[in-house]
DNA sequence: GAGTGGTCTAGACCACCCG
DNA sequence: GGGTGGTCTAGACCACTCG
């Protein structure tokens, strides 16, 4: 078990600093030769430790240390440029498109509307020290938010519902699952199609209890960590 | 990029229904010959499929087709039985070891307690539809339960705390990552060393807002989904 | 005991990244 | 344009599972 060696010295290698988070390791052929391998078995070992959520790499770049992830509370509507500063990280929120369309037959489901309603549509990378880390995908309900493209809507949705619209989040339904990434997705996030995901899935509600958007988050699944706390519920068998 | 066409023709079958969940695939030889491919190329294949949770393994025993995740709700005090049963799934507990023990280094951490301070310490895995899916550790503060070992604590350690020592859950401190299997707990899966999941840490008040205890799960990334609701919090600038 | 999955070797070609 | 990562071939051995 080859493999399982490269691993302990490569996470000895991380945990002693010689090598340092968002560092770039050699080259595959070079990590080879030094552990007297092959690169499909040095793979193997690399590709475990993206499992692992200890390296990741980008597309045809290479090899990467993992940084420390994001902690995430779904509680907090912080948008997140602010989340990441008061953890002392440096976020930077990018627009790929924001259109306008009417609800198809997936959307209509998941914003509880009929076919054809009118939405925003609106896909945004988020960068955590200039490494694309979450791919976001709005859906807002239009009837709640005319010409919301007259504001900013790139760097915080949040704030701009709350200062013109005078709605705020009230309550959100979340849902964790893993997936992979692919396409386009991939393609923004630096990521090798296939590359291991977390699925943030969230429904929000307004203070008036009414469904108002719902975000479709891709995360790198190593820059991310979900904590929260919950005020537990009786269940009547 | 054959993988990619092996990979879509297994979800096209998992999707149409040829293969069923829980359906074991042919042989990798077989597949591989049927795909006139090697099995490197294969594995890659099954190995992307088992990233995107459509397809899991196994150890030494081979390839099967995922069923659907059990939901699972932080809020909820359920045990892990009730909670598959209310969503028509079939689930057992069983015991792996439970012990007395001193807190060490890292446990007296997550308890907040000081170190040498007695804990009961217990393992348990558990399963649905005969699979196991989660590999359970529990650490809990002797002092607020003597005797603890005299009543069940394999099936459900909430009904215990109730009916024994008038002990409930009350507030849930929850961390969700993504890691993977290794050693005795990839075993206890039955899965493959490095296998991707997912860890849940739980830490758990009661009525009184005492730390009772806490849990480390370890998921089969494949078998949970978290869902849950949140009402959000202002948080000032 | 036959066949399986887990691991490994020693190559190869290509498209792409970066200097 | 050199070197890289992504993909692929055609084998091999071993320990284990299962009938």
């Known amino acids: 078990m080859q493999y399982l060696k490269i691993k302990e010295i490569l996470v000895e290698q991380i945990e002693t600093g010689l090598l340092q988070a968002r560092q770039k390791l050699p080259s595959e052929r070079k990590m080879a030769e030094a552990f007297s391998t092959t690169r499909v078995t040095l793979r193997e070992a690399l ?28 509680r907090l509507t912080l948008n997140f440029v602010e989340m990441a500063k008061q953890q002392g990280r440096e976020a930077v929120s990018e627009l790929i498109f924001a259109k306008q369309t009417l609800a198809t037959k997936k959307t209509s489901k998941l914003l509880q509307v ?59 339904h979340y849902r964790v699952s893993t997936t992979s990434l692919f396409g386009d997705i991939a393609q923004a996030l630096r990521a090798t199609s296939g590359s291991p995901a977390m699925l943030v899935e969230r429904t929000n509600y307004d203070q008036q209890g009414r469904l108002i958007d719902c975000d479709l988050e891709y995360w790198r699944h190593d820059a991310i960590c979900i904590e929260s706390v919950a005020e537990l519920i009786e269940v009547p068998n």
Chains 1, 2 share one sequence.
């Not at 420390?68 to 779904?74: E, Q, T």
């Not at 010409?147 to 013109?164: G, P, R």
Request: hydrophobic fraction near 30%; include cysteine; charged fraction near 25%.
């Open 47 to 74: 590709g475990s430790l993206e499992a692992e959520a200890r390296l990741y790499r980008e597309d045809r770049r290479g090899w990467f240390v993992c940084p420390k992830p994001l902690r995430y509370d779904p």
């Open 114 to 172: 009929t076919m054809l309603t009118e939405l925003y549509h609106l896909a945004r990378v988020r960068y955590l020290e200039q490494r694309p880390v979450v791919y976001v995908v709005n859906y807002i309900k239009a009837e709640y938010f005319k010409n919301l493209f007259d504001h900013d809507y790139v760097q915080s949705l949040t704030t701009t519902y709350q200062q013109h619209y005078s709605v705020s989040y009230q309550r959100t």
